[in-house]
């Protein structure tokens, strides 16, 4: 069992930054890929950026690609999304999730544990 708790999230203008962290429980960590997917209100839930366990492979959706950075320290069983250069379309409640190291991508039915979400909001 993982348990995930998601934080950083808040209110930042277009073109600001934002850091959400993930922190996970359990002795396990790196055996878990680690995605970041976000809800915008009236939309479903879309994938936004994953990365192996070792932290040696990392995916993006198109719409974030050079804009955000995720990474991990499993030494302190925790992911981060660094966010920069948002816009208003990265509103939404971004989901922390963990999936099998031998299954794992942009997919939310390979993911098997979910955080309780964290609120971003970007203003003009």
């Known amino acids: 069992q993982v348990q995930l708790v998601e934080s950083g999230g808040g209110l930042v203008q277009a073109g600001g930054s934002l850091r959400l962290s993930c922190a996970a429980s359990g002795r396990t960590f790196s055996r878990y890929a680690m995605g970041w997917f976000r809800q915008a209100p009236g939309k479903e839930r879309e994938f936004v950026s994953a990365i192996s366990g070792s932290g040696g492979s990392r995916s993006y959706a198109d719409s974030v690609k050079g804009r955000f950075t995720i990474s991990r320290d499993n030494a302190k069983n925790t992911v981060h999304l660094q966010m920069n250069s948002l816009k208003l379309e990265d509103t939404a409640v971004y989901y922390c999730?963990?999936?099998?190291?031998?299954?794992?991508?942009?997919?939310?039915?390979?993911?098997?544990?979910w955080g309780q979400g964290t609120q971003v909001t970007v203003s003009s």
């Open positions: 999730a963990a999936a099998p190291n031998t299954d794992w991508g942009p997919s939310e039915r390979q993911y098997d544990y």
